[in-house]
């Protein structure tokens, strides 16, 4: 099972990265991006970190399977 990332700004790059958990000191991003967790402030509006969309894309595609065709 693949959950929904939490998007977390961080503080370094002012970009939202996608943390499957937050540590109590560090949390690493999707991307490797690591960042101390008190660093991180809720999501608002921003654009996304590509590499994290990325990622949970792909981490998303092994947990269901790619379905392949995009067809409808
Ligand atoms: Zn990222």
Redesign the pocket.
């Known amino acids: 099972m693949t959950p929904e990332p939490l998007w977390r700004v961080s503080a370094y790059d002012g970009?939202p990265?996608?943390f499957y958990e937050l540590g109590p000191d560090f949390s690493q991003?999707?991307?490797s991006?690591s960042v101390p967790t008190s660093r991180l402030r809720d999501e608002a509006g921003e654009t996304r970190?590509i590499?994290?969309l990325l990622v949970f894309g792909d981490d998303l595609a092994v947990a269901k399977g790619d379905p392949g065709g995009w067809r409808d």
Do not use: R, S
């Open positions: 970009q990265h996608g991003a999707l991307c991006h970190c590499a994290c």
